[in-house]
């Protein structure tokens, strides 16, 4: 079994950063793809971004130049540093990552956390 525990949501101003930390635990061999997606009110989960066990990172056009997604191997942890936080950053955030165990390859997400952002 693989948990995944998100924690760094809250309540900020706009212009102002948080950081969201996915902390992976379990029966893990390894972890390829990381990602965080979101939820606002009404709309459909969208991704983030993504990063792969290289480094290689990918962002929606929305939160480019002002989110920064890393991952600690070793540790099993993937963040997500937001700044310049707008209002329409406002949502559910979710952490999503594949997990090698064994020979078996499998998705798992966290439980959300919640970002508010107030103008």
């Known amino acids: 079994q693989v948990q995944l525990v998100e924690s760094g949501g809250g309540l900020v101003q706009a212009g102002e950063s948080l950081t969201l930390s996915c902390a992976v635990s379990g029966s893990i061999f390894s972890i390829g793809l990381m990602h965080w997606y979101r939820q606002g009110p009404g709309v459909q989960r969208e991704l983030v971004a993504s990063v792969s066990r290289g480094g290689t990172t990918n962002y929606a056009d929305s939160v480019k130049g002002r989110f920064t997604i890393s991952r600690d191997n070793a540790k099993n942890k993937v963040n997500l540093q937001m700044n310049s936080l707008k209002p329409e950053d406002t949502a559910v955030y979710y952490c999503?990552?594949?997990?090698?165990?064994?020979?078996?390859?499998?998705?798992?997400w966290g439980q959300g956390t919640q970002v508010t952002v107030s103008s």
């Open positions: 999503n990552v594949d997990v090698l165990s064994g020979q078996r390859l499998s998705n798992y």
